[in-house]
T-cell receptor, first 116, second 109 residues
Framework: EAGVAQSPRYKIIEKRQSVAFWCNPI?????LYWYQQILGQGPKLLIQ????????DSQLPKDRFSAERLKGVDSTLKIQPAKLEDSAVYLC??????????????FGAGSRLTVL | QQQVKQSPQSLIVQKGGISIINCAYE??????FPWYQQFPGKGPALLIA?????SEKKEGRFTISFNKSAKQFSLHIMDSQPGDSATYFC????????FGQGTILTVHP
């Protein structure tokens, strides 16, 4: 089966600019996740969708980050305005069911953001 | 993420040796204990996972050992190969994965 697709793979922007990342999950996967992975650290969950509804966005910096999952399939993560500390890899993952503790998450290759 | 601590941060072993990575956690509500493997430029991928009702699970060269009373679980890689060189993350879960800081494993030929 096709994996989780993400684009762009790399993005370099100036601070205070905006950026958007796109994710296409595995077909049929109801749950979609966005993680932030800062260099040398483990991934940190930003937001979790079940179909097109938000399940958990407790660690999403809502003053600058937003995400949507229209029609319960593709998702977009936006950062506006970007800060230097937003430099990271943004990973999208999907799973069949809601409980990420009982199901396998399949990750995309990620989008690497550099903020100058 | 402070509630999950991995050790060591990095590990170098010779081909054919045993690699051991440990994960200590604080949250007693965790009920699923996976290890993820990540290669450079790729996303993490599930390697092996265990439920707390068993103390050990083996899949090929990979074994998880689980110690509920000590709140620790470990990954053992037998007959380590250069292709195992990657970053390994424990990610215990109680509905949401909590990733450790990662262990960089290098296997020398």
């Amino acid at each position: 089966e096709a994996g989780v697709a993400q684009s762009p793979r790399y993005k370099i922007i100036e601070k205070r600019q905006s950026v958007a990342f796109w994710c296409n999950p595995i077909s049929g996967h109801a749950t979609l996740y966005w993680y932030q992975q800062i260099l040398g650290q483990g991934p940190k969950l930003l937001i979790q969708f079940q179909n097109n509804g938000v399940v958990d966005d407790s660690q999403l910096p809502k003053d600058r980050f937003s995400a949507e999952r229209l029609k319960g399939v593709d998702s977009t993560l936006k950062i506006q305005p970007a800060k230097l500390e937003d430099s990271a890899v943004y990973l999208c993952a999907s799973s069949l069911a809601h409980d990420s503790g009982a199901n396998v998450l399949t990750f995309g290759a990620g989008s690497r953001l550099t903020v100058l | 993420q402070q509630q999950v601590k991995q050790s060591p941060q990095s590990l170098i072993v010779q081909k054919g040796g045993i690699s051991i990575i440990n994960c200590a956690y604080e949250n007693t509500a965790f009920d699923y204990f996976p290890w993820y493997q990540q290669f450079p430029g790729k996303g993490p991928a599930l390697l092996i996972a265990i439920r707390p009702d068993v103390s050990e699970k083996k899949e090929g060269r990979f074994t998880i050992s689980f110690n509920k009373s000590a709140k620790q679980f470990s990954l053992h890689i037998m007959d380590s190969q250069p292709g195992d060189s990657a970053t390994y993350f424990c990610a215990p879960s109680e509905g949401k994965l909590t990733f450790g800081q990662g262990t960089i494993l290098t296997v020398h030929p």
